[in-house]
C-alpha cells in the first residue's frame, strides 16, 4: 500500500513563489520515479516535472528554469519549487509515485496519486 500526501498549495500573485511536498508512506512497495502533474479544466493532465529514485530530473518546456523538483529518499518525500510563478501556472497539481513490488518471482508497478493540491496565481 503506498500513500501520497500533498501539501504547500495556495494563493500567490504573479512572480511569486511556493514549495509543494508531496509525503509517500509505502508498506510492502519500493518507490521508483515521483512526479509533478497538473490538471486545468477541459484540459488533460500533464507532467510538470519528474524524478528518478537516483536523482535524474525532467521538466516540461513551460517550467524549465523557474521550479525545481527534488526528493529526499530517506524521508521519501518529493519537493517542487515553485519560483516566478505565472497565472498559467494556476492547476490543480498532483503528485505520483510508482511504486513496484516483489509477489512471488513476479515484479508488479502501480501509480499511486496524491489528492491533488490547488495552485492559484493572480493579482
Known amino acids: 500500500q503506498v500513500q501520497l500526501v500533498e501539501s504547500g498549495g495556495g494563493l500567490v500573485q504573479p512572480g511569486g513563489s511556493l514549495r509543494l511536498s508531496c509525503a509517500a508512506s509505502?508498506?510492502?512497495?519500493?518507490?521508483?520515479?515521483m512526479g509533478w502533474y497538473r490538471q486545468t479544466p477541459g484540459k488533460r493532465r500533464e507532467l510538470v516535472a519528474s524524478?528518478?529514485?537516483?536523482?535524474?530530473?525532467n521538466y516540461a518546456d513551460s517550467v524549465k528554469g523557474r521550479f525545481t523538483i527534488s526528493r529526499d529518499n530517506a524521508k521519501n518525500t518529493m519537493y517542487l519549487q515553485m519560483n516566478s510563478l505565472k497565472p498559467e501556472d494556476t492547476a490543480v497539481y498532483y503528485c505520483?509515485?510508482?511504486?513496484?513490488?516483489?509477489?512471488?518471482?513476479?515484479?508488479?508497478?502501480?501509480?499511486?496519486w496524491g489528492q491533488g493540491t490547488q495552485i492559484t496565481v493572480s493579482s
Open positions: 505520483n509515485a510508482r511504486a513496484g513490488r516483489l509477489l512471488g518471482p513476479g515484479l508488479y508497478e502501480y501509480d499511486y
Open positions: 509505502a508498506s510492502r512497495f519500493s518507490i521508483n520515479g
Open positions: 524524478i528518478s529514485r537516483a536523482g535524474s530530473t
